[in-house]
Structure formats: structure tokens, C-alpha cells
């Protein structure tokens, strides 16, 4: 599976941006698709994730700021982001497997200025 990620950029604090994560390749094989970051000097960390049925799971650290969105007919995953703050600076990165991460994209950087 080959995920293409986008939509990352800079944003002064309280700013929203869109990340889109589109799937090609054996698309039959996911189930799961989700979004982690990474920030300097930390471990990469589960942001949201969201199964073809539509579950979601969320960090406590987004809950009521993010929202995780599949359009399957596209094999595209959304994580609309607002309410953005410093400390959600990182390179953001698109996941996709049947139960868990498996394959991962090519990262994007989400800069939030105070």
C-alpha cells in the first residue's frame, strides 16, 4: 500500500488545518488507517484512527480538537485539525493495515507558530 499525505503547513496558534491521506495499492488489505506525529526529540505517537466501519479512536491530547474522517469510495483519510496549539508541532504521518499500522507514508510537517 502506498500512502501520499498532504495538507501540512504553518498556522499561528488557534489556526486549523486539513491533513488528506490517499491509499493506493492493495487497498483490499486496509482496515485500518490513522495518523500519528512525531515531534523532535520524541517517539512517534498515535494522534487518531479509524476503521472502513467508521470506528474512531482518539488521543486524549485532540479529543474535541480533531476530527479523523474516511471517505472510503476514495480511500482517502482526513484529519481536520482545529483549535491548534505550539505543542501540536510535528511531522504528522499517514498510517494503513488491517488491525493496526502496518505501512506508513511519507511524513508531513504541521508547524503551529504562538
Known amino acids: 500500500v502506498q500512502l501520499q499525505a498532504s495538507g501540512g503547513g504553518l498556522v499561528q496558534t488557534g489556526g486549523s488545518l486539513r491533513l488528506s491521506c490517499a491509499a493506493s495499492?492493495?487497498?483490499?488489505?486496509?482496515?485500518?488507517m490513522g495518523w500519528y506525529r512525531q515531534a523532535p526529540g520524541k517517539q512517534r505517537e498515535l494522534v487518531a484512527s479509524?476503521?472502513?466501519?467508521?470506528?474512531?479512536n482518539y488521543a486524549d491530547f485532540v479529543k474535541g480538537r480533531f476530527t479523523i474522517s474516511l471517505e472510503n469510495a476514495k480511500n482517502t483519510v482526513y484529519l481536520q485539525m482545529n483549535s491548534l496549539k505550539p505543542e501540536d508541532t510535528a511531522v504528522y504521518y499517514c498510517?494503513?493495515?488491517?488491525?493496526?499500522?502496518?505501512?506508513w507514508g511519507k511524513g508531513t510537517q504541521v508547524t503551529v507558530s504562538s
Open positions: 498510517s494503513a493495515g488491517l488491525m493496526g499500522p502496518r505501512d
Open positions: 495499492g492493495s487497498i483490499f488489505s486496509i482496515n485500518y
Open positions: 479509524i476503521t472502513r466501519s467508521g470506528s474512531t
